[in-house]
């Protein structure tokens, strides 16, 4: 059993950003609010500047389209451009979640991984078990509403899935698989990627499909037509500010 008390948690911060040093303060002040059993630690971002480097040295590259629909041959997806006016912001963003989780494999401890603009909404109690249940690796916390597409539809699957799980088993099911909200050839993934844990064998999957695919929004990439074992709680544990994004 993992010890929650000890749970590592980081939040993917740009030094000196004054939007992205404010929302760390208020992600920590709700943190602290709700009483949760952890600290929650800056991670430095990389900046859009040091994004050619860091591919140098990671040895990868990108591999997503900045206009337009294409069709993905080796994975069969349909990957579609994101709104972005700076795209080495966006490569950036990516980036520094892909560093985390190749200090999740290597810590080979479990990491809760949130952006700056994330925020706690209740206490994310023991009695959730997330970390314990060895049916998912990695294991959203954010609300559907507000932070992905098709919300609503997300919103009721999820909740059609847990009371299925009722009515099978005795005991209350806490996480439920990521449900699907669009065609199979659409990645489809958490309600946002602010607020995720991942454990070791989520973070060595992703970090090979970045391998193999290319380096993709982490949001596309961490999607469940390549990445098993994927959940998302059934309570609403975080929700972002909703504050100016720094990649859009």
């Known amino acids: 059993m993992v010890d929650r008390m000890s749970l590592t948690a980081r939040a993917i911060v740009i030094e000196g950003h004054q939007a992205s040093e404010s929302g760390y303060d ?30 140098v040295k990671l040895k990868i590259r990108w591999n997503y389209p900045w206009q337009g629909v294409q069709q993905d041959l080796a994975t069969g997806l349909k990957k579609s451009a994101y709104p972005t006016t700076n795209p080495l912001a966006r490569i950036a963003c990516a980036i520094s979640h892909y560093k985390i989780w190749k200090v999740c494999a290597a810590l080979n401890e479990p990491i809760l991984i949130m952006e700056h603009d994330a925020f706690f909404t209740q206490t994310l109690k023991p009695y959730y078990n997330i970390l314990d249940d060895k049916r998912f690796d990695i294991i959203g916390l954010n609300t559907p509403l507000g932070n992905t597409r098709r919300a609503q539809t997300f919103l009721e699957k999820r909740n059609a899935a847990q009371d299925l799980s009722l009515q099978r088993y005795p005991v ?31 973070a060595r999957n992703l970090i090979v499909a970045v391998q193999r695919y290319g380096l993709w929004p982490n949001d596309a990439i961490m999607c469940k037509q390549l990445i098993p074992r994927m959940g998302v709680t059934h309570g609403d544990f975080t929700d972002t500010q909703k504050i100016a994004s720094t990649t859009t």
């Open 26 to 55: 208020f992600l920590c002040s709700s943190s602290n609010m709700v009483n949760n059993a952890f600290t929650v630690e800056k991670y430095k971002a990389i900046t859009p500047e040091k994004v050619e480097a860091e591919m």
């Open 172 to 202: 209350d099911i806490d996480i439920v698989p990521v449900p699907t909200i669009d065609n199979f050839d659409v990645p489809q993934g958490l309600a946002g990627n602010s607020a995720y844990i991942i454990k070791p064998n989520g």
